[in-house]
């Protein structure tokens, strides 16, 4: 019974899509590799790291960040090379600088808008958009219109 439950368990975890022949035999490059492709989006699959996607694309891309490290590079320039080739969309936890920097701020500074004019509005109790009193031409017309209906 006990095996039956381990088996279960060890097939319901994400299985990673590295294939033998990308494995590294050094144990800690490889570790470092799974940890830099961890962090990297698969082209094709969007939200899915280079690491748990069968595509090709992410294939290279994990082949070319074992290549960088076993040329020497660190895990920053190994990321900055993948940045530079394939921009910073590769990237599953973008980076809150330059134009980004926008899109990061953005969002609660449109919420923050967005509620100070709903207080506003609150505040007024809805005044500003209340009809106009009707004139005692437009009053005349509208008791003819009823009277004329009943």
Not at 50 to 57: M, R, T
Not at 73 to 101: F, H, K, Q
Not at 116 to 133: H, I, K, T, V
């Amino acid at each position: 019974m006990r095996s039956v439950l381990l088996a279960l368990m060890l097939l319901s975890a994400p299985a990673a899509a590295l294939e033998p022949n990308e494995l590294l035999e050094d144990s800690a490059l490889e570790a470092r590799a799974r940890d830099i492709s961890q962090g990297l989006r698969c082209l094709v699959c969007r939200n899915e790291s280079i690491d748990e996607s069968n595509a090709a694309l992410a294939r290279d891309m994990r082949l070319v960040v074992r290549e960088r490290l076993l040329a020497g590079d660190s895990d920053a320039a190994v990321v900055a090379y993948i940045v530079d080739r394939y921009g910073e969309y590769a990237l599953l936890r973008p980076r809150a600088t330059g134009s980004n920097l926008i899109l990061w701020i953005a969002g609660p500074v449109m919420l923050i808008l967005a509620g100070g004019l709903a207080f506003g509005y609150l505040r007024r109790g809805g005044a500003a958009l209340a009809p106009d009193p009707l004139s005692s031409d437009e009053e005349a017309r509208l008791r003819r219109l009823l009277d004329d209906e009943g």
